[in-house]
Nanobody, 126 residues
């Protein structure tokens, strides 16, 4: 079992930056597919960024590519999401998720992940 805890959310003006952290406990995240998802009010949860199982590949939602960067610190068992040039449309609750069994075609599907954090709110004001 993996436990995930997100932090780093907050209120920021458009154009600003935030760095989200996802700290894992219980097991190492090595060998897990790890993803960041977000859910805005009244909308479906969507994939934002993620690592492949080996950690060698990264994937991004088109609308955040070039603005957001996913990274990891294996020694701290932590995955980060650096978010720059934030826009009001980025406002959402951001979740970290992990799973050991996914194939590449499932990486962007939130229903495919077994382990989730509690989420952290990101609000971008215009």
């Amino acid at each position: 079992q993996v436990q995930l805890v997100e932090s780093g959310g907050g209120l920021v003006q458009a154009g600003g930056s935030l760095r989200l952290s996802c700290v894992a406990s219980g097991r190492t995240l090595r060998g897990y597919v790890v993803g960041w998802f977000r859910q805005a009010a009244g909308k479906e949860r969507e994939f934002v960024a993620g690592f492949s199982r080996t950690g060698g590949y990264t994937y991004y939602l088109d609308s955040v590519r070039g603005r957001f960067t996913i990274s990891r610190d294996n020694a701290k068992n932590t995955v980060y999401l650096q978010m720059n040039s934030l826009k009001p449309d980025d406002t959402a609750v951001y979740y970290c998720a992990a799973d050991q069994k996914l194939i590449q075609s499932e990486y962007r599907r939130h229903t495919a992940y077994d382990y989730w954090g509690q989420g952290t709110q990101v609000t971008v004001s215009s």
